[in-house]
T-cell receptor
Framework: KAGVTQTPRYLIKTRGQQVTLSCSPI?????VSWYQQTPGQGLQFLFE???????NKGNFPGRFSGRQFSNSRSEMNVSTLELGDSALYLC???????????FGSGTRLTVV | DAKTTQPNSMESNEEEPVHLPCNHS???????IHWYRQLPSQGPEYVIH???SNVNNRMASLAIAEDRKSSTLILHRATLRDAAVYYC?????????FGTGTSLTVIP
């Protein structure tokens, strides 16, 4: 079956711009979670969506937002980009716990 | 913060067994122990999970302590392709919090 698809794979943006990243989960998975990973850091949880509602949120500023559509596809948006937002952004889809996650390959965002 | 603690890094010689430890002293009775690994420039991938009994699959084995406060991921014969960061996570109790994992270096 198809895995989790993230688009685009790579992105270069200028400081102050905004960006939208997309994640298509595995069919039947209603939970989508997003993570930021900077060099040498573990995965930092951004937020989780379930049935179009944000169910959990990590400790990130309001510039980071997301949404989920009725087909479970999810987008995350970062406004007013800062250099420190350069990172690998990963999304994962899952069935209800205790089932685990299936991750996408990520979007590599570079802010210049 | 993550409920699990792992060593930051470990080394192993190629073709030797590797034992990656994870401590989870505050695990609850309903938490499953999951392991993931992340190869360079890729998203994490599922390795194995268990509740109480030891588990085996084609990738690895999971040994769970009798009191469930620790577990060990066992790679039976390390290969260069096993060089990755390994994460131990409790689900559902610690969902979304992967910590920094153990970076495994495999020496040829």
């Amino acid at each position: 079956k198809a895995g989790v698809t993230q688009t685009p794979r790579y992105l270069i943006k200028t400081r102050g711009q905004q960006v939208t990243l997309s994640c298509s989960p595995i069919s039947g998975h209603r939970s989508v979670s997003w993570y930021q990973q900077t060099p040498g850091q573990g995965l930092q949880f951004l937020f989780e969506y379930f049935s179009e509602t944000q169910r959990n949120k990590g400790n990130f500023p309001g510039r980071f937002s997301g949404r989920q559509f009725s087909n479970s596809r999810s987008e995350m948006n970062v406004s007013t980009l800062e250099l420190g937002d350069s990172a690998l952004y990963l999304c994962a889809s899952s069935l209800p716990a205790p089932y685990g996650y299936t991750f996408g390959s990520g979007t590599r965002l570079t802010v210049v | 913060d993550a409920k699990t603690t792992q060593p930051n890094s470990m080394e192993s010689n190629e073709e030797e067994p590797v034992h990656l430890p994870c401590n989870h002293s505050t695990i609850s009775g309903t938490d499953y122990i999951h392991w993931y690994r992340q190869l360079p420039s890729q998203g994490p991938e599922y390795v194995i999970h268990g509740l109480t009994s030891n588990v085996n699959n084609r990738m690895a084995s999971l040994a769970i302590a009798e009191d469930r406060k620790s577990s060990t991921l066992i790679l039976h014969r390390a290969t260069l392709r096993d060089a990755a960061v390994y994460y131990c996570i409790l689900l559902p109790g610690d969902q979304f919090y992967f910590g920094t994992g153990t970076s495994l270096t495999v020496i040829p």
